[in-house]
């Protein structure tokens, strides 16, 4: 089992940037795809990046592409993500999640365990 804590979250102009961290505890982080999803308030929750274990490989949300950058490292057991030119619309809780599959990709339901999440805002 892992645990994850993300940290990072807060109020932030349009515009602007944040890095949320996602720091993991329990079994070997290095063997894990790492996810980060979010839930806008009254939405489902939604894929918006991953990274492979190696972290050679991402996938992106069309919504954040160019914008956010999910990174990882493994000698800290700590996903980032970091982002820029921050959009009303990004506003929302923000999830790390961890899967053990090596195929997992945008589906949280391939995702094994997950943070209590961070809350992101964004204000004009």
């Known amino acids: 089992q892992v645990q994850l804590v993300e940290s990072g979250g807060g109020l932030v102009q349009a515009g602007g940037s944040l890095r949320l961290s996602c720091a993991a505890s329990?079994?070997?982080?290095?063997?894990?795809?790492m996810g980060w999803f979010r839930q806008a308030p009254g939405k489902q929750r939604e894929f918006v990046a991953n990274?492979?274990?190696?972290?050679?490989?991402?996938i992106y949300a069309d919504s954040v592409k160019g914008r956010f950058t999910i990174s990882r490292d493994n000698a800290k057991n700590t996903v980032y993500l970091q982002m820029n030119t921050l959009k009303l619309e990004d506003t929302a809780v923000y999830y790390c999640?961890?899967?053990?599959?090596?195929?997992?990709?945008?589906?949280?339901?391939?995702?094994?365990?997950w943070g209590q999440g961070t809350r992101v805002t964004v204000s004009s």
């Open positions: 990274i492979n274990i190696n972290g050679d490989t991402t």
């Open positions: 329990g079994r070997t982080f290095s063997r894990y795809v």
């Open positions: 999640a961890a899967a053990e599959s090596p195929f997992a990709s945008r589906w949280s339901t391939a995702y094994d365990y």
